[in-house]
């Protein structure tokens, strides 16, 4: 049974990496929005959204060294296979986006919304793949408690991020995507400026 562990230790490893990668070219996407005159918003929840990534990859690197029930070894393969697709369908959504994706909510003043690649088929696919990572990574190392826990921490953090990213979107977004904006519905919400946005998810 030790051994079952083994392909989500390696996956675990190469998803830490992977975060690396996609915090330097945020980063590098970041200082070129903000120069062009992107502005921010979400930011009071970015830093509980940066410590709970941060925390999963923790909790699933110490869960076989602490001694943690191993996972069947169909149950690892099958969940680093759904980590592989939501990788494909993370980076499909980074390259369709291009330099106007990061990891914060910036808008971009005058850019349109992205409606190609996985744009045609999802609202959020980043944050799709998000949900199937935060649940299939714990699992492939066998921690079946993390991954619950995961996936409602991911779930409550989600609630707030996902309005606040529609609602800086504005109007633009919510046509393009045959719906209305999060959080502007009810009555008495005033409508902000029209303008064209990004979308970073």
Do not use: K
């Given at each position: 049974?030790?051994?079952?562990?083994?392909?989500?230790?390696?996956l675990l490893g190469a998803?830490?990496?992977?975060?690396?990668?996609?915090?330097?070219?945020?980063?590098?996407?970041?200082?070129?929005?903000?120069?062009?005159?992107?502005?921010?918003?979400?930011?009071?929840?970015?830093?509980?959204?940066?410590?709970?990534?941060?925390?999963?990859?923790?909790?699933?690197?110490?869960?076989?060294?602490?001694?943690?029930?191993?996972?069947?070894?169909?149950?690892?393969?099958?969940?680093?296979?759904?980590?592989?697709?939501?990788?494909?369908?993370?980076?499909?959504?980074?390259?369709?986006?291009?330099?106007?994706?990061?990891?914060?909510?910036?808008?971009?003043?005058?850019?349109?919304?992205?409606?190609?690649g996985p744009y045609r088929?999802?609202?959020?696919?980043?944050?799709?793949?998000?949900?199937?990572?935060?649940?299939?990574?714990?699992?492939?190392?066998?921690?079946?408690?993390?991954?619950?826990?995961?996936?409602?921490?991911?779930?409550?953090?989600?609630?707030?991020?996902?309005?606040?990213?529609?609602?800086?979107?504005?109007?633009?977004?919510?046509?393009?995507?045959?719906?209305?904006?999060?959080?502007?519905?009810?009555?008495?919400?005033?409508?902000?400026?029209?303008?064209?946005?990004?979308?970073?998810?």
């Open positions: 049974m030790v051994n079952n562990a083994l392909p989500g230790m390696v998803v830490a990496l992977e975060r690396g990668a996609e915090l330097c070219l945020s980063a590098r996407n970041e200082r070129e929005l903000r120069a062009a005159g992107a502005v921010e918003a979400g930011r009071g929840h970015y830093p509980a959204i940066v410590a709970f990534h941060a925390s999963l990859l923790a909790a699933c690197a110490v869960w076989p060294l602490a001694g943690g029930e191993r996972p069947r070894l169909a149950v690892a393969l099958a969940a680093v296979a759904a980590v592989l697709l939501a990788q494909g369908l993370r980076w499909w959504a980074v390259a369709t986006l291009g330099r106007r994706w990061t990891t914060r909510i910036l808008v971009l003043p005058g850019a349109p919304p992205v409606t190609g088929f999802f609202h959020h696919p980043n944050y799709l793949a998000v949900a199937v990572e935060v649940l299939a990574l714990p699992l492939a190392v066998g921690a079946w408690s993390v991954a619950v826990a995961a996936t409602l921490l991911n779930a409550a953090l989600m609630a707030l991020r996902i309005p606040a990213e529609e609602r800086a979107l504005g109007p633009a977004w919510a046509e393009a995507f045959g719906g209305q904006v999060a959080g502007r519905d009810g009555p008495g919400m005033a409508d902000p400026p029209a303008r064209d946005t990004h979308d970073h998810s």
